[in-house]
T-cell receptor, first 112, second 113 residues
Framework: QQQVKQSPQSLIVQKGGISIINCAYENTAFDYFPWYQQFPGKGPALLIAIRPDVSEKKEGRFTISFNKSAKQFSLHIMDSQPGDSATYFCAASVDSGYALNFGKGTSLLVTP | NAGVTQTPKFQVLKTGQSMTLQCAQDMNHNSMYWYRQDPGMGLRLIYYSASEGTTDKGEVPNGYNVSRLNKREFSLRLESAAPSQTSVYFC????????????FGPGTRLTVL
């Protein structure tokens, strides 16, 4: 049973546009929500993460928005660049636990 | 500082053959993990080791065994490979403290014919 649902499966954005990827979860015990970025042939790497005590976290062009009541969180990539073309995974875990529950991933293509 | 390393990078097996995937980390992390990645399925946890000397099943453990050899190394063994085990396998590690940031290796692409 997928504990974190991610959409869309794929996304095409023009250079300079905003890329938005959404995730939803059911387990209210989750209290850590990271996003991972994966380039072809490489392992995933942590991009940005948020805890539910804040509604937004920004790092450069990347922003996580978090809606605790709706049990949803999203990644916004501002001024998207061709170098951002990658697969993005959202995940969720319980702080004291060990398992990261991953979404199925979004393949992002930023066109020149 | 190499981070998480995995060997081999690629492997082709015949059905029924066995093999061991090796993983090592040099970050002095307590926890280590094995995931498999299949198209459209995301990353699924096979086994993890919260600390040296302990291992636990993840979401998809059937057909696999693991060994936490020491703090640095965590191996994944396929005793009798099946075509359904064709996948990309990732090892990861974390310090086991709060927020569980996991660092991933480059992966092993395994094909079972």
């Amino acid at each position: 049973q997928q504990q974190v649902k991610q959409s869309p499966q794929s996304l095409i954005v023009q250079k300079g546009g905003i890329s938005i990827i959404n995730c939803a979860y059911e387990n209210t015990a989750f209290d850590y929500f990271p996003w991972y970025q994966q380039f072809p042939g490489k392992g995933p790497a942590l991009l940005i993460a948020i805890r539910p005590d804040v509604s937004e976290k920004k790092e450069g062009r990347f922003t996580i928005s978090f809606n605790k009541s709706a049990k949803q969180f999203s990644l916004h990539i501002m001024d998207s660049q061709p170098g951002d073309s990658a697969t993005y995974f959202c995940a969720a875990s319980v702080d004291s636990g060990y398992a990261l529950n991953f979404g199925k991933g979004t393949s992002l293509l930023v066109t020149p | 500082n190499a981070g998480v390393t995995q060997t081999p990078k690629f492997q082709v097996l015949k059905t029924g053959q066995s093999m061991t995937l090796q993983c090592a980390q040099d970050m002095n992390h307590n926890s280590m993990y094995w995931y498999r990645q299949d198209p459209g399925m995301g990353l699924r946890l096979i086994y993890y080791s919260a600390s040296e000397g302990t291992t636990d099943k993840g979401e998809v453990p059937n057909g696999y065994n693991v060994s936490r050899l020491n703090k640095r190394e965590f191996s994944l063994r396929l005793e009798s490979a099946a075509p359904s085990q064709t996948s990309v396998y990732f090892c990861a590690s974390s310090d086991g403290e709060s927020y569980n940031e996991q660092f991933f290796g480059p992966g092993t692409r395994l094909t079972v014919l």
